[in-house]
């Protein structure tokens, strides 16, 4: 099965480089690129790109990311400015094609490859999405109100459903290309008799209409064989379903950050620190293209040498107070000044030390084993304060405060070094994450068994469910991703 991309740049021709393709960033968009191509790349022969003429040589010569072939489209969007109807060069790829093939967006990422009961289906999508928002409903009666001329189907699903289901397009394809070829015709057709209401309205939810609402209406009409990456009919529009673990464990089936999930730093530390894991020299080269087109990162990259003269503590801590609040339990002889000059002075080795421990994180399954040491980290500084305390310090929001950092509760005030952000970080803990200090201090080296019998022995927490062993590894390993932790050597 052949295996496309579509990455259409509406950037100025001039800094085609600066297209941030509604991510946070442009380095992000080209990242995310990127780390979908070497995903794909590990389960198929080869990857195909279709772009427009304005970014083809970025991506070949400067990016360099991996492609097999780079096909140029043309610059199709020009007639049809002021519709928002971004979708369409997906569109015009799907038309390109004359043998089965899967489409795959940019921004998703297969870490398992798709079943061959998917890839043998007639047709193939993410998953049916459950309009439980209503935005397709909702479009759709803005399109009728202002006389848009519908497909028989679709004016029958409207009248006789309340609440519509569409097929998700982050992956689109399958092997029956006559009926892929019909679809795009409807498309096409739909979009040329309402050109005009489409430029009238500028809205971007039409692209759910034509591209996903007709491919699942057709397809259930003509009872095609649908395979789809996440089964289930009520799925819902907020994509809470989907696996969008962001810690760092190996991974499987899929992530797809659509819509506002591509806005989220954490999405932006995930593929940044993942492209990283999987080719380094990749994001690196991306990193330091951009970052000479006066590019900058959200975050450093210290142990690449390419910020070396721009180091700087991005938060000047004005009050040293906040971070040694409250009674030093661990680190009380490191204060906070120590701890800014030591990252001004040595961040490489710093990020270093946090990348090979949590490198190994994306490798390891589970953590319940006893051949794992872990112990805490040396360059931290940990205080005891009051609940009282803790609301100052989050600037007595009191929305912000979790339903563990209550009065009563033990409550950590833990100062770290983080190279990436360039500042001491401060975080509030309780809870679980205290035992689990407190365990460590005291014994100085422990494996998570140990850490479990400790945590069954004190609190009673049961180790027989599976739920609350993988609850567990993920706090351990958000605690090492933080820099709480570290393995022991």
């Known amino acids: 099965m052949k295996i496309i991309q579509t990455f259409y740049s509406y950037a100025d021709n001039d800094s085609p480089i600066l297209d941030n393709a509604s991510f946070l960033s442009p380095d992000m968009n080209w990242k995310s690129m990127a780390l979908s191509c070497i995903l794909l790349k590990k389960h198929f022969k080869e990857v195909t790109l279709y772009c427009n003429q304005r970014v083809k040589k970025l991506i070949i010569d400067q990016f360099q990311i991996p492609y097999d072939n780079i096909i140029e489209i043309p610059d199709l969007m020009e007639g049809y400015r002021g519709c928002n109807l971004w979708a369409l060069p997906k569109i015009h790829t799907y038309s390109l094609q004359r043998e089965p093939f899967l489409h795959v967006d940019c921004d998703w990422f297969m870490f398992e490859k798709l079943s061959d009961s998917i890839l043998n289906s007639d047709i193939i ?53 006559s009926f892929i070829q019909k679809y795009i015709q409807t ?74 999930l591509k806005r989220k730093i954490s999405s932006y530390v995930f593929v940044n620190q993942y492209l990283n894991y999987l080719h380094p020299e990749l994001g690196y080269r991306i990193t330091k293209v951009c970052h000479d087109n006066g590019i900058s990162p959200l975050i450093n990259f210290p142990e690449w040498n390419i910020y070396n003269s721009t180091y700087n503590i991005k938060e000047k801590v004005s009050n040293t107070n906040i971070h040694e609040a409250g009674t030093p339990i661990i680190g009380e002889k490191i204060t906070i000044d120590q701890m800014t000059q030591s990252l001004l002075q040595y961040p490489q080795e710093i990020e270093r030390e946090i990348k090979s421990n949590t490198n190994r994180l994306w490798e390891i399954d589970s953590l319940w084993s006893t051949k794992y040491y872990f112990e805490l980290s040396d360059k931290i500084r940990i205080s005891e304060i009051s609940y009282e305390r803790a609301i100052l310090l989050l600037g007595n929001k009191t929305d912000k405060i979790s339903p563990q950092l ?52 004190k609190l009673k927490i049961s180790l027989i469910e599976s739920h609350t062993k993988i609850s567990i590894d993920k706090t351990l390993r958000s605690m090492i991703v933080a820099g709480i932790l570290k393995f022991s050597s």
């Not at 049916?128 to 001329?149: A, F, G, P, V, W």
């Open 125 to 177: 999508g993410q998953n049916i999405e459950y309009d439980d928002q209503m935005y397709n409903h909702r479009t759709l009666e803005k399109l009728i109100s202002n006389k848009c001329k519908l497909p028989p189907f679709v004016w029958k699903e409207f009248k006789n459903e309340p609440i519509l289901r569409v097929i998700n397009a982050g992956v689109l394809g399958g092997n029956d290309i």
């Open 187 to 260: 498309i096409f057709h739909f979009i040329n008799n309402n050109k005009t209401i489409l430029h009238k309205l500028n809205d971007g939810f039409v692209n759910s209409i034509y591209e996903q609402l007709f491919f699942y209406l057709m397809a259930k009409e003509c009872h095609k064989t649908i395979g789809l990456c996440t089964e289930g009919d009520m799925l819902s529009t907020r994509f809470d379903w989907l696996p969008m673990d962001l810690t760092y464990s190996t991974k499987s089936g899929y992530m797809h950050l659509l819509a506002n």
């Open 406 to 457: 209550k009065n009563g509760n033990t409550i950590y005030c833990i100062s770290i070094p983080d190279p990436m952000l360039m500042k001491i970080v401060t975080i509030l803990i309780s809870g679980i994450k205290v035992d689990i200090i407190k365990y460590l201090h005291s014994v100085k080296l422990a494996t998570l068994p140990d850490i479990g019998k400790y945590l069954f022995d």
